[in-house]
């Protein structure tokens, strides 16, 4: 019961629509009707600047990290964890709040990673220094993020982290690029756009 009990909270965790709310009640906007009409912390910097933008994939970051932390507390089996993370960002991606069409993930997923293991957050977060390198050198948030999930979860791999983590961790960034396939499509003709 204690197992279906977190893997069902880290889905309810990870359906928190951060962009869409911040959006609707700050700036009052839908953002699913702006820009990409994605929910996730890029199009919401679009909106509404970086601050925003920022403040909104902390709070993702943490929606994902903080389930699974609280999970680790009571459960000690990675598998439970790593399907508690697993759940969280399938809740970002495909919330039951607005239909089941969510973000893109890529910043619950680094949340997820980064606190796998409280003790070692090394994986996340030199994955998302691979990002910030990346989108600098190639303006591509797109790019930066399919780039920096694959890096993170190679680094669970490289660090020693449980199989399962490390299993979740690649499903997660796969789960990412599929979710990015339009950004791919635009990529392959020339035409997605860049960070200013």
Known sequence: MTNAFWIVAGYLAGSCPTGFLVAKYIYGADIRGFGSGNIGATNVGRLMGKRWAVAVAVFDMLKGGLTVLAASRFV???????????????????????????????????????????????PAILGGVVWYVVMKTTKYVSVASIVGLFSAAALTFFFGMPAPYVAASFLLAA??????????????????????
Do not use: M, Q
């Open 76 to 122: 000690s089996d990675p598998a439970v964890l790593a399907l508690t993370g697993l759940c969280a960002v399938l809740g970002h991606n495909f919330p039951f709040w607005l239909g089941f069409k969510g973000g893109k993930g890529v910043a619950t997923t680094f949340g997820v990673i980064g606190f796998y293991d409280f003790f070692l957050p090394w």
């Open 175 to 196: 789960l990412s690029t599929w979710r990015h396939r339009a950004n791919i499509e635009r990529l392959r003709k020339g035409t997605e756009s860049k960070v200013k």
